[in-house]
């Protein structure tokens, strides 16, 4: 009776609104129906926080049909590739979305757009390679980002342009970044905590974290740098190498070890923090390499003032063409080359000037005046040191087309010639339609020659063609010509610098020519043997052809005018009897008006010594004969 009793309480009670993971509608106190649970998920709908919770259930995608109430959703450990711009939309009250440790490779850009209220995202442990702008727009509240362990080796200026001030916590550590956008780095007033450790950074631009005043964690741990910058970051604030109980609440926890540092005086600043050891270690220069960032002592940390080893020695080029100043130096840290003009203004890339970084400046198209002193100056921590070089733009060269054979300046002169092919510095010993036969002279052993260059192009374009030749040859067979073409040419001596140790040019010299017209062989009388004789086969065929059709025609009319009797013969009339005779030395035979009619019962006389033949035509059995032949007096 009392088993009765508690069977009829629990059936008369109302149901648990507990976790729910049958897929159907769920009833909520305030009337309103949820949507579906995802299979293999668990639902917590029975009121705020509402939450959906799918780790480890094996799903491709994001679940369709979505309580776009909850407020919580969890799909780590999954296989879902991609998130769509329908999967989250609408999901307004979102504070929490996980999508760790799936397989996650590509966002739709505008993916989040809708959780404008989303606090903490956690991407870690998945594929992307790279963040756009658009991908994470719309995350006004963000405060934690989670992208660790991933493939990112782009992270775009506005991806975080939403959540900048926003955002507490940054997780870009286990990824393949060789940069960041600093300036966005830089904008993030509130971030406390910046994982930037295992990846592929290689420097750190002066200032980047001081802007950044309530960081509190800042770890660049495994990466590529070999320097650290000064930072008023650091300077104002207790610096650790790990978070400990009662360190202040303005202490900075400053992680860097496993970095290839370079222990220098630019490092001074670093050593001089009141910060325990964290086994930070220095990779050079050779005498610290290996040693422990910490033991090494201040004095240790010393630079090298600069000192300019190569210089480019007095410079002169005709007018027109591109003057090449070089300027190398020696230091630690490696020095930074700048040039100054004649007029005291700093160079830099223009223009007309191009300066680059191994100390080369170049002025295109040089003019008189850009002549005079040029200074190099070579600085880097511990000093800087300068070098002066000359330049002198001269005339113009002579054009080509005034003389097709010219030396360069510096080489031994030769005589004019009108003829292309003998005389100057470069001769066109051969040439033909398509290829022409290049001869230099040796002008004695030039220093450090590696090869000759040659380059040329045709009246018709402005398309430089290079040849490189070995440094002991005189000569270079040009293929590949085109018929009827002038080609102006010219061949560089490439050897090393002995000054600066650069790569430099020397002309030998330059010429014109021009390529034989192209020769259109005449036909042969027998390439158009065949041709003929085939055509002479096909004619007399035709002939013959409409010869036989010709015949054919007339037999044929001949036979339509005759009565359909055959050609020759007389018409036979019905019941006329024809009769022929053959002579026998005697008189000759009756003619036709001996002929007699059938119904005449007497038949005709012999006569002697002929022999009759009697044709009967009848219309039913055609012609008959009958020969009579008799013999007179027997």
């Not at 191994?358 to 070579?378: K, Q, R, S, V, Y």
């Not at 339609?433 to 052993?445: C, E, M, N, S, V």
């Not at 398309?463 to 040859?473: D, E, N, Q, W």
Request: charge should be neutral.
């Amino acid at each position: 009776m009392l088993g009765l009793l508690l069977l009829c309480l629990l059936a008369l009670s109302p149901p648990r609104l507990g976790a729910a993971s049958a897929v159907g509608p769920v009833s909520v106190p305030d009337g309103s129906v949820s949507g579906p649970c995802p299979r293999r998920c668990r639902c917590q709908t029975s009121a705020p926080p509402r939450s959906v919770l799918c780790p480890g259930a094996g799903l491709l995608f994001v679940p369709p049909g979505l309580d776009r109430r909850a407020s919580e959703l969890r799909l780590p450990d999954n296989f879902i590739a991609s998130v769509r711009r329908r999967d989250l939309a609408n999901m307004t009250g979102l504070l929490h979305l996980s999508l760790s440790r799936n397989t996650l490779a590509h966002i739709a850009p505008g993916a989040f757009a809708d959780l404008r209220a989303l606090r903490a995202l956690h991407l870690d442990g998945n594929r992307l390679s790279s963040l756009g702008a658009a991908q994470l727009r719309g995350l006004v509240s963000l405060r934690h980002l989670i992208l660790a362990n991933n493939q990112l080796g782009v992270l775009a200026a506005g991806a975080l342009a939403d959540c900048a001030e926003t955002l507490e916590d940054l997780d870009l550590s286990y990824n393949n970044l060789e940069a960041l956008p600093w300036d966005a780095v830089a904008r993030l007033a509130n971030v406390n905590t910046l994982g930037l450790d295992h990846n592929l950074l290689a420097a750190v631009p002066a200032g980047a974290f001081a802007g950044l005043h309530k960081l509190a964690r800042l770890d660049m741990t495994a990466n590529r740098l070999t320097t650290i910058p000064p930072d008023p970051l650091f300077s104002r604030l207790p610096v650790l190498s790990r978070p400990r109980p009662g360190a202040p609440a303005s202490a900075l926890v400053l992680a860097f070890g496993g970095n290839p540092l370079h222990c220098n005086c630019e490092l001074v600043w670093l050593r001089r923090l009141a910060r325990e050891d964290d086994l930070e270690a220095c990779a050079s220069p050779p005498a610290l390499g290996g040693r422990s960032f910490w033991a090494v002592r201040e004095d240790e940390f010393v630079c090298e003032p600069p000192v300019v080893t190569h210089r480019s020695p007095p410079v002169a080029v005709p007018e027109g063409r591109t003057a090449s100043l070089r300027c190398r130096a020696a230091g630690d840290p490696e020095p930074r080359v700048r040039w100054v003009s004649p007029r005291g203004r700093l160079l830099g890339n223009s223009s007309r000037t191009r300066a680059f970084p191994n100390g080369t400046l170049e002025l295109l198209a040089a003019t008189p005046g850009d002549g005079g002193i040029f200074t190099c100056i070579a600085a880097n921590a511990a000093g800087e040191a300068t070098a002066s070089v000359e330049l002198t733009v001269g005339p113009p060269p002579p054009q080509l087309a005034n003389s097709t054979s010219y030396p360069r300046a510096g080489l031994p002169q030769a005589p004019d010639h009108d003829s292309d092919s003998d005389g100057g510095s470069v001769q066109v010993a051969e040439r033909s339609a398509t290829a022409a036969l290049i001869r230099w002279p040796d002008h004695g052993p030039v220093p450090g020659l590696r090869m000759y260059q040659i380059q040329y192009n045709s009246s018709a374009d402005d398309i430089l063609v290079y040849r490189m030749v070995p440094a002991g040859s005189r000569s270079f067979h040009l293929t590949d010509l085109v018929s009827g073409r002038t080609y102006d040419l010219c061949v560089l001596a490439v050897s090393e610098d002995g000054a600066t140790g650069l790569t430099a040019t020397r002309a030998v010299g330059c010429a014109r020519f021009s390529t034989e017209p192209e020769l259109r062989p005449c036909r042969s009388p027998h390439s158009a043997a065949p041709v003929l004789g085939g055509t002479m086969i096909i004619a007399l065929g035709g002939v013959i052809v409409a010869s036989v059709l010709g015949f054919i025609f007339l037999l044929l009319l001949r036979y339509k005018v005759h009565g359909d009797q055959p050609p020759g013969k007389p018409a036979a009339r019905g019941g006329v009897s024809s009769v022929c005779s053959q002579t026998n030395g005697g008189a000759p035979a009756p003619g036709p008006e001996s002929s007699v009619s059938d119904s005449d019962p007497t038949p005709p006389t012999p006569v002697k010594g002929h022999t009759l033949v009697q044709l009967d035509f009848e219309p039913s059995r055609g012609p008959r004969g009958r020969l009579t032949h008799e013999r007179g007096g027997q």
